[in-house]
T-cell receptor
Framework: QKEVEQNSGPLSVPEGAIASLNCTYS??????FFWYRQYSGKSPELIMF????GDKEDGRFTAQLNKASQYVSLLIRDSQPSDSATYLC????????????FGSGTRLSIRP | GAVVSQHPSRVICKSGTSVKIECRSL??????MFWYRQFPKQSLMLMAT?????????EQGVEKDKFLINHASLTLSTLTVTSAHPEDSSFYIC???????????FGPGTRLTVL
């Protein structure tokens, strides 16, 4: 069973600091990687996707991918209380590029 | 663009009844739609993948006779939970992807409670 693993948290970060979320995946054939944010009782919303090794920045968010280590991370700069949510890491399955495997999510709490 | 809607957003039903949930892509044609289930404090579990005009592909352990999926057009997929039981109570979320893209656009979800 191909897996995507995340630390469940909760991860508590002071407002204004950098939050660092990590994820590992087991399917070496995965090509694309996603970070979704999910508020309680709501469906996931896409934050970023990345498919090349290195960093990808979008506003306060930076996704990092290291395919050799099978490692994906998300950095949130200048954390805000509204960033408090569960963050889901996901990777496409090699067996079916349209299928996404989700991690169990990391709960992030930004304390004022 | 890329908006997906679900209806209803919340449904409460009696044990033994069937419930139909609709998933629509509002501003794009969805070549593939996905149905997920999420229990409290757990991640999304993929139930099935459906392509327009063909039978859905169910994940291991998901009963195809209990969770009927119909993908009648490029903008509509339905999930029918037949003979629902309390253990089927969950948050059901659909998503849709466009041709040759892996990004999935999620609907707002349907909260099902079976009494």
């Amino acid at each position: 069973q191909k897996e995507v693993e995340q630390n469940s948290g909760p991860l508590s970060v002071p407002e204004g600091a950098i939050a660092s979320l990590n994820c590992t995946y087991s399917d070496r054939g995965s090509q694309s990687f996603f970070w979704y944010r999910q508020y309680s009782g709501k469906s996931p919303e896409l934050i970023m996707f990345i498919y090349s090794n290195g960093d990808k920045e979008d506003g306060r968010f930076t996704a990092q991918l290291n395919k050799a280590s099978q490692y994906v991370s998300l950095l949130i700069r200048d954390s805000q209380p509204s960033d408090s949510a569960t963050y889901l890491c996901a990777a496409t399955a090699y067996s079916s590029a349209s299928k996404i495997i989700f991690g169990s999510g990391t709960r992030l709490s930004i304390r004022p | 663009g890329a908006v997906v809607s679900q209806h209803p957003s919340r449904v409460i039903c009696k044990s033994g009844t069937s419930v139909k949930i609709e998933c629509r892509s509002l501003d794009f044609q969805a070549t593939t739609m996905f149905w997920y289930r999420q229990f409290p404090k757990q991640s999304l579990m993929l139930m099935a993948t459906s392509n327009e005009g063909s039978k859905a592909t169910y994940e291991q352990g998901v009963e195809k006779d209990k969770f009927l999926i119909n993908h009648a057009s490029l903008t509509l997929s339905t999930l029918t939970v037949t003979s629902a039981h309390p253990e089927d109570s969950s948050f059901y979320i659909c998503s849709a992807s466009r041709d040759r893209e892996n990004e999935q656009f999620f609907g707002p979800g349907t909260r099902l409670t079976v009494l």
